[in-house]
């Protein structure tokens, strides 16, 4: 008996990370069974016509803060996976940074149980590598991480950040998991004597904020954290790369054979310095948009691999914290989620990189450092139907009111885009099928964790770490030395 699909999508352009080609895409119980001419297809329940639209890998963020629990007035994992939805994103990688924050088995248990209920789209949950959880490091690797968030400087939620030795001691304990560890790379103890500086002088505009967080904070974090990985073999993710500057240590470290990787977001290559007069503590967010001579390394980075993914640090804020008029009351961050792929589309538009660049970024390259590859990251038979279908020629404008997320406030309001994600489809269902959400898809959306598969762990100087040398199963040889 012939296979019958559930849905053929035809007449499309499948992009991938090499080349765009006219295909259609068969798909059955989630999955991709077939990709190829419209005549080799199977019979189908159901099709579409995706004539003059590409079909895109689903964007895989890497980098959301939804808030839930903890802050409803900003976002909770419903509002934030469907403003994911509508922005052609099929998988999020949730932030630990909530009430209470995750960082034991018993937190992340209730928080995969919340997101089970609500999710729209495919999750992985992180969970706070910090100084109370450097000894549970093993039950919430058991518990389902997608991966650890170590905080190096402060920012929302003021998880505080742990010291160098216990940064190390915690890259000990990962590094045999296998997990990847991202980092929030910017050093507190210079940021924070500086704010409190301007804080003493009276200086409260929005600019003040860039003087406290100064380039130096995250090239001397990034630096720092890919010496303690290199030593201890952990793997590691930097986050938000803000800076020209940081790409030196982030160069020199993959030479050098480190598991290091980069990521960057639409705000560090469109905004610069000359937007904070427009939009004043909007623009606040940690680590801080920087002059504009940044953007043009920051690009060129992403071109030539040096940084890997694109994601949105998306952090959600309600109108009322982000309009405060002292810069140092006004909370960090802004709703990103579902404007980054009209964002970077544009500049795909403008010849800024190609959409098989795009695709590189924001779904081949998550999909392999977090271990979800071929599962995700790709159209091609036996890999999840998760797919951004997009009309990469409608001119747009982007309006805070319109989009999704509870937090209807960001810089990108008024802002000209071109490309707009149509259908998303995950797990071979519609999530957003013409712009509109579609029912029953609230706890749709899974944790990706049981599918991640990370290659084999290499921890270093094993015979060094702190459980090594305070191991006790050798009493005769301590009391030798
Ligand atoms: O500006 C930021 N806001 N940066 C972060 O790293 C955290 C985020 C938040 O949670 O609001
Ligand atoms: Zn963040």
């Not at 309009?323 to 980054?340: A, K, L, M, P, Y």
């Not at 450092?369 to 009309?391: E, F, H, M, N, T």
Request: aromatic share 6%.
């Amino acid at each position: 008996m012939e296979t019958l699909a559930d849905l053929v999508i035809h007449n499309g352009t499948v992009v991938s990370a090499e080349a765009t080609f006219e295909a259609s895409i068969a798909i059955k119980d989630g999955a991709i069974l077939a990709v190829g001419a419209a005549e080799a297809m199977p019979a189908a329940r159901e099709t579409l016509d995706a004539t003059g639209l590409h079909l895109l890998p689903g964007a895989i963020d890497d980098h959301v803060h939804f808030r839930d629990p903890g802050y409803p007035q900003k976002e909770d994992f419903a509002s934030g996976t469907v403003a994911a939805a509508f922005g052609g994103v099929t998988t999020v990688f949730d932030m630990p940074n909530t009430i209470p924050a995750v960082d034991d088995a018993e937190t992340l248990a209730a928080k995969h149980a919340m997101a089970a209920e609500k999710a729209h789209v495919d999750f992985g949950l992180y969970a706070v590598l910090g100084e109370n959880s450097i000894t549970r490091v093993n039950e919430l690797v058991e518990g389902g991480v997608i991966g650890f968030k170590l905080y190096m400087g402060n920012t929302f939620g003021r998880i505080p950040s742990p010291s160098t030795g216990a940064t190390l001691e915690a890259f000990e304990e990962v590094a045999p998991t296998g997990k990847r560890i991202s980092l929030h790379a910017e050093t507190n103890s210079i940021m924070e004597r500086r704010e409190a500086r301007l804080r003493e002088i009276g200086r409260t505009k929005p600019l003040a904020h860039l003087a406290a967080r100064p380039e130096v904070v995250a090239v001397e974090a990034v630096a720092r954290a890919a010496i303690l990985a290199e030593w201890t073999g952990a793997r590691i993710h930097v986050l938000h790369i803000s800076s020209a500057a940081e790409l030196r240590p982030l160069r020199e470290a993959k030479e050098r054979g480190v598991d290091i990787t980069g990521e960057t977001c639409p705000h560090y290559l469109m905004l610069s310095s000359d937007d904070y007069a427009r939009c004043g503590g909007i623009i606040r967010v940690n680590p801080p948009v920087r002059e504009k001579h940044n953007q043009e390394p920051l690009w060129a980075a992403l071109l030539d691999g040096t940084i890997d993914v694109i994601a949105t640090d998306h952090a959600p804020h309600s109108v009322e914290e982000k309009t405060r008029r002292d810069i140092w009351t006004v909370d960090c961050g802004f709703s990103g989620v579902e404007t980054q792929m009209p964002l970077m589309l544009t500049e795909v538009a403008r010849g800024r990189a190609s959409i098989c660049d795009y695709v590189r970024w924001s779904a081949v390259n998550p999909a392999k450092l977090w271990g979800l590859y071929p599962r995700k990251g790709i159209l091609q038979p036996g890999a999840d139907a998760d797919i951004a279908i997009v009309d990469l020629r409608r001119r747009w404008t982007i309006r805070d009111a319109e989009t999704h997320s509870t937090a209807k406030i960001s810089p990108w309001d008024g802002w000209e885009v071109q490309g707009l994600p149509l259908h998303t489809i995950v797990r071979g269902k519609f999530v957003v099928r013409d712009r509109i959400l579609q029912i029953g898809t609230r706890g749709w959306g899974q944790s990706v964790h049981a599918i991640q598969e990370m290659p084999t762990p290499v921890p270093r100087n094993v015979d060094q770490t702190m459980k090594a040398i305070t191991a006790t199963e050798r009493p005769s040889l301590r009391a030798a030395v």
